[in-house]
């Protein structure tokens, strides 16, 4: 990975996505890195790559097991408020289509999980930047596991698998940050034209249609995942047959033997 930096910037073909890059062999977060950038003025599309995350984070506040072998990236994004609700959208996208053009079938878990067989590979976490009640930036971390065997990490062995574990041969990692970088640019740039972006997500999200287990806070809500609205946000019909909309959350997928 030391070569990074040089790759990307002989092959990457973007306007600006992650044409400034900084590479670090270990940090602590990617997210902590970049936002440290963001707040001094770097501009949108700034990367930050690290070889390795001692503390890297996931959504609801988990951790995100991040070792060496795998792309651990945060962007730098200043979009407009109007793009917000967009971005899991756009973010889940690049990396489907990264991975899709690996020859692996890969499916969406709302909002922005990527599973290979039901199991994680992907995670996407993105915090912003406030200001007065407006929105100054957006930090996109992306964790893709790559080349390293998740069954060697009992903490995520039975939910989570890696690109190598998959092919069962390893990959240049700047190849599919070549990738992740030009495909996020591509749908980025499309924020204009929310419709197309929302039907490829919902196309490839394995949520819909499914019974499933929705965990907001204190709160777990059963119920089919009968379609995400203009927002992003998942609606979910109950057994009373309510529709909720949820606005974020963890959802799990209840077996079809439990359905009732």
């Not at 949108?44 to 506040?61: D, F, N, P, W, Y």
């Not at 969406?108 to 993105?126: A, E, F, Q, S, Y």
């Not at 924020?191 to 039907?199: A, N, R």
Request: hydrophobic share 40%.
């Amino acid at each position: 990975m030391d070569n990074i930096i040089g790759y990307l910037g002989e092959n990457l073909a973007t306007g600006f996505m992650g044409r400034n890059l900084r590479y670090l062999a270990v940090a602590s977060s990617t997210q902590d890195v970049a936002k440290e950038m963001a707040e001094r003025g770097a501009p949108e599309g700034t990367a930050v790559i690290a070889g390795m995350q001692e503390s890297g984070r996931g959504r609801l506040g988990r951790s995100w097991l991040s070792p060496e072998g795998g792309l651990a990236t945060s962007i730098i994004l200043r979009p407009d408020v109007s793009a917000l609700p967009l971005l899991p959208a756009i973010c889940a996208l690049a990396v489907f289509r990264t991975i899709k053009a690996l020859g692996i079938r890969a499916d969406i878990k709302w909002p922005n999980d990527i599973l290979i067989g039901g199991r994680k590979v992907c995670g996407i976490l993105i915090e912003h930047g406030l200001k007065d009640g407006a929105v100054r930036y957006s930090i996109v971390g992306i964790g893709i596991n790559i080349n390293f065997d998740t069954s060697l990490y009992p903490e995520i062995a039975g939910s989570a698998t890696s690109l190598s574990v998959e092919l069962g041969h390893e990959l240049a990692v700047e190849r599919v940050a070549l990738s992740l970088y030009t495909e996020l640019e591509k749908l980025y740039l499309q924020c204009h034209k929310p419709d197309i972006i929302l039907t490829e997500w919902t196309a490839n999200m394995v949520t819909i249609g499914k019974r499933v287990k929705v965990k907001s806070g204190n709160n777990e809500i059963e119920g089919v995942a009968e379609a995400v609205n203009s927002s992003g946000h998942l609606l979910l019909r109950t057994d009373d047959g309510s529709v909720q909309e949820m606005l974020a959350g963890d959802v799990s997928l209840i077996a079809a033997d439990n359905n009732k």
